[in-house]
């Protein structure tokens, strides 16, 4: 299975829900894929389901989705033990398991490349509804159909190690400006103020 393509089809079946990225390959990917001024492209590896769980219970209206990576899933274990707990069911993870750490220019096998196995450690962190998907069909059906779904989902997608975002122009915004984007954004749907404290 190709990240690229399971990215497709979820970018073709966003609306207004709100999507958070980690810092990896998929990221550049989706920036390229979606416009969608509700995207938080986080960029630190470890910290999208923490982001993406807050944002959840903040707004339980909305539909909130997190691209994750086994890398970053793997540096920050402790948010399973959270999610598992807290069970947002306005909450989609999808992690795009490719084995390796292939967002930098050199490529390094993760724990998932060996014995690790993510949904096992999910379900025993309580994520009653985590799943392997392992082909694009399985991907059009149950990761797709989550979406409508109110009731978390965890998906470990394994996917090919695919090198294509190494290719793909930047983003012409910087993270500090998607920030404010996002922000406003739900400024806009919220019908809220969101203060900023700080410099500005």
Not at 21 to 45: A, D, P, Y
Not at 124 to 132: D, E, L, N, V
Request: hydrophobic residues 40%; glycine residues 8%; charged residues 20%.
């Amino acid at each position: 299975m190709i990240r690229y393509q399971c990215l497709e089809l979820l970018a073709a079946n966003i609306t207004d829900q709100l999507l958070v990225t980690s810092q990896s390959g998929q990221r550049i990917e989706w920036s390229h894929l979606s416009k969608h001024e509700g995207n938080l492209l986080v960029g630190m590896m470890g910290c999208a389901i923490g982001v993406g769980m807050g944002l959840a219970l903040a707004l339980p209206h909305r539909k909130v989705i997190v691209l994750d990576s086994d890398g970053s899933v793997l540096l920050s274990l402790f948010n399973l033990a959270t999610l598992g707990n807290l069970q947002p069911k306005n909450l989609v993870v999808y992690v795009f398991d490719n084995g390796v750490y292939s967002g930098s220019r050199i490529s390094y096998a993760t724990a998932t490349s060996g014995n690790t196995d993510l949904e096992a450690m999910a379900k025993g962190a309580g994520i009653k509804s985590a799943h392997t998907i392992r082909d694009i069909e399985d991907f059009k059906k149950h990761g797709i159909d989550a979406l409508a779904d109110n009731e978390l989902a965890f998906f470990v997608c394994k996917v090919e190690e695919s090198l294509m975002h190494r290719e793909i122009p930047r983003p012409n915004t910087d993270l500090a400006e998607n920030k404010y984007t996002f922000v406003r954004y739900l400024e806009r749907t919220e019908k809220k103020t969101i203060p900023f404290i700080g410099r500005g």
